[in-house]
């Protein structure tokens, strides 16, 4: 057998060799996430608290995970994430209609905080064996998620006037979503012989439903007891940005 033709099967041997070795993903990145919202919450949070705000902050996010590589295009692997949504702020209640009669004007302050971390097994479509690529995936698991909610209200000793206190702090467990695009920029040169890594842009959009009576304190407080359940969609779009290291 030629020489040359030697050198291209055992070039072929290492090559398949290494694609069907199961290289490991490991990730991390940060970003923002865009959309937190809770409508309902919102609207009874403007009509019984007179409170102003109709969203929550952008927040930032962190993530990370692993994935295996059943192929050299398919990686199967587990998320993990975190951002907390806050509202702060600070207005005068005016009482309004028959409320006049029974409630009295105070300042109020709003300190409200959703932390959002979720648990995810994903599944992505990420070419590996070329420098740049794009990729898509998603993903299904459990949103562990905390509300916690106090309020602060001026001192009054007008007929009517309410106390600060906490008003609402359990954590909730629901099932969570991922679907995501991204594109993975490959470095020149290789971190050493078994090791690779990568710069990565990713779009999302996250379902993660925090869902709880929030109002049932507040509701007893006004005399308005609100025995609903209220769901805060706690995921929504997000923009990240991060770093991919492969083990081969």
């Not at 057998?1 to 070039?11: F, I, K, T």
């Not at 949070?45 to 059943?70: C, E, H, I, Q, W």
Request: with cysteine; glycine share 14%; net charge positive.
């Amino acid at each position: 057998m030629p020489l040359d033709m030697v050198g291209q099967g055992a070039s072929d041997t290492l090559e398949v060799k290494k694609r069907k070795g199961r290289p490991l993903r490991l990730w991390a990145d940060a970003g923002w996430m865009f959309g937190i919202h809770g409508i309902e919450f919102f609207r009874d949070y403007k009509r019984l608290l007179n409170g102003p705000a109709s969203t929550f902050d952008v927040p930032t996010s962190v993530r990370g995970g692993m994935s295996a590589f059943l192929s050299s295009d398919v990686a199967t692997g587990l998320q993990v994430g975190y951002h907390r949504a806050v509202i702060r702020e600070t207005y005068l209640y005016q009482p309004f209609g028959a409320d006049t009669l029974t409630r009295a004007r105070q300042t109020t302050s709003q300190n409200i905080t959703s932390t959002t971390i979720p648990v995810l097994l994903t599944f992505d479509l990420h070419p590996r064996f070329r420098q740049f690529v794009t990729y898509v995936g998603g993903g299904l698991g459990l949103n562990i998620g905390t509300f916690v909610w106090e309020e602060g209200l001026s001192t009054s000793q007008a007929v009517g006037a309410r106390t600060s206190g906490l008003r609402y702090d359990d954590t909730h467990i629901n099932l969570a979503a991922i679907v995501r695009a991204g594109m993975s920029l490959g470095w020149d040169r290789a971190l050493g012989e078994s090791t690779g890594g990568a710069l990565h842009i990713e779009v999302s959009y996250t379902y993660a439903p925090l869902s709880g009576p929030l109002f049932a304190s507040v509701g007893t407080g006004i005399g308005k007891p609100v025995d609903a359940v209220y769901t805060i969609q706690s995921g929504g779009v997000g923009l990240h940005c991060g770093v991919s290291i492969y083990l081969r």
